[in-house]
């Protein structure tokens, strides 16, 4: 039986980057991914003149572990950083498009009614909650700004990022800095501004904000899954998809996969499932039969991505900005979309536009449970009288992910909970992955090298 140090289980971009991350510790691994491609949700397909993203679409420089991994795969010139016009967001109100490009905007923008602005600029007057405890992002946003911001900014932002609904996003979960300056100051707005000058007094650095902090590359965002495998091409092993992981009487753990219709094994110090979670509740059932169920509670909802090329002279719409979401109130069949080749140059033709929607979510699963071609037939019919098209498409490209994006609900955060219990019982074992401190691209390659940076200490202790 083959017996190693470091086995990490999954070769998306938490797995990737880590092993990344590891390299350049100068520490060998073995690589364990099912499928026959590196990259996870990160899927880009280059077809004629053409660069469709299937899944993940860009990513955001939000940590400084971003450049470090970049500089390393030697792929600064092959990273493009988003247009300025990009900073534009549109949302939808009664079937057309309005423009938000900052703070300013909002006080202007006709999305809200004067009395709504009044009530949410008087955030910092408003009584805080009393309980202790979670709290859903609609409950909490509606108490501090009020109905119409739910349901006109931040429900079409939470669609945009999550597939998911405010009424189930946890504030726990994802956004604690917010409920602790509530609790604390007493307003959010106060809050935030005196948590950063705690954090200035404590020696934590500044935030560093890149002037374009939207970012992706040449070939699309699977070209830096792609670098990645490819110089850690000796590490990685494919179409090995891991049965179970158990506990060792020799310490370590050992683990049974499948190749090639072969059972094998090998003995690891250290695991780091950086799969799914629906795909590591299998294989440490045996392990540890709660951390299993736990992790097969986290909800992934379907999602349908589709890519629409048009011609420019057939759209009436200026094209100028991110691209647009959809609150709920205005009852469309997709969340949003963003107008890809207006973000990143070489998308698409010059005389040619090509947009990415998303659809379904936890927002309308019935949308991915009907036929595809009515899906986007559907689909079309309404984007292209948000848009003003006047022509067909001239290519239409789809992906169908029946588990896209984990939600950090209100249910999970006992789910994390457990996982911190069963990670402080096995510190050798690291429970990776974007279902994990964050789903965005940017969080699972910084926490990618604070796992990396976490193994080298306990190889450290044990040598």
Not at 90 to 104: D, N, V, W
Not at 132 to 154: H, N, P, Q, W
Not at 229 to 248: G, P
Not at 262 to 269: E, G, I, M, P, T
């Amino acid at each position: 039986m083959e017996k190693i140090d470091i086995l990490i289980i999954g070769a998306g971009i938490s797995g990737l980057s880590t092993g990344a991350f590891l390299k350049k510790k100068g520490l060998d691994f073995v690589m364990l991914e099912k499928g026959s491609v590196p990259g996870g949700v990160m899927r880009s397909e280059l077809s004629g003149n053409y660069i469709f993203d299937m899944g993940s679409n860009s990513a955001v420089l939000k940590n400084d572990a971003i450049p470090e991994l970049i500089q390393w795969a030697g792929m600064e010139d092959d990273m493009y950083t988003a247009d300025r016009a990009s900073a534009k967001r549109l949302i939808m109100k009664g079937g057309k498009l309005h423009a938000i490009s900052g703070p300013l905007s909002m006080i202007f923008t006709p999305l809200f009614s004067w009395k709504a602005k009044w009530f949410a600029m008087g955030e910092f007057k408003h009584k805080p909650r009393i309980a202790e405890g979670d709290e859903s992002m609609a409950d909490f946003i509606t108490r501090r700004l009020g109905k119409e911001i739910l349901d006109y900014a931040v429900n079409p932002i939470i669609a945009g990022i999550y597939a998911g609904n405010p009424e189930e996003v946890s504030m726990m979960a994802n956004y604690p800095r917010m409920l602790e300056a509530e609790r604390r100051f007493g307003s959010v707005m106060k809050g935030m501004m005196a948590l950063a000058k705690e954090r200035r007094k404590n020696g934590e650095p500044p935030k560093k904000h890149p002037k374009s902090a939207i970012f992706s590359f040449k070939k699309g965002m699977q070209q830096l899954a792609y670098r990645l495998a490819d110089l850690l091409k000796e590490h990685i092993q494919y179409d090995a998809e891991v049965q179970s992981v158990q506990k060792s009487e020799l310490g370590g753990y050992l683990v049974t996969y499948m190749q090639a219709g072969v059972s094998k094994q090998l003995h690891a110090r250290i695991v780091v499932s950086a799969a799914q979670a629906y795909t590591a509740a299998k294989y440490v059932a045996e392990m540890d039969a709660n951390l299993s169920q736990k992790l097969a509670e986290i909800v992934y909802p379907a999602v349908l991505v589709l890519n629409l090329v048009y011609r420019k002279s057939a759209i009436a719409q200026n094209l100028s900005g991110f691209g647009y979401l959809i609150p709920a109130a205005e009852k469309q069949s997709y969340l949003g979309a963003i107008w890809s080749s207006s973000i990143f140059p070489n998308r698409a033709p010059e005389d040619e536009a090509l947009f990415t929607i998303f659809v379904g979510g936890r927002r309308n699963p019935e949308m991915c449970a009907m036929p595809l071609e009515e899906a986007i037939s559907k689909v079309r019919s309404e984007f292209e009288m948000a848009m003003r098209i006047s022509e067909p498409p001239v290519e239409i490209k789809s992906k169908y992910w029946e588990r896209a994006i984990p939600q950090y609900n209100m249910e999970y955060p006992p789910i994390a909970a457990s996982i911190d219990a069963f990670e402080k019982s096995n510190p050798d074992f690291i429970v990776s992955g974007n279902y994990r401190k964050g789903f965005a691209t940017g969080d699972c390659i910084g926490n990618a090298r604070e796992n990396a940076a976490r193994i080298a200490n306990i190889l450290d202790k044990n040598n």
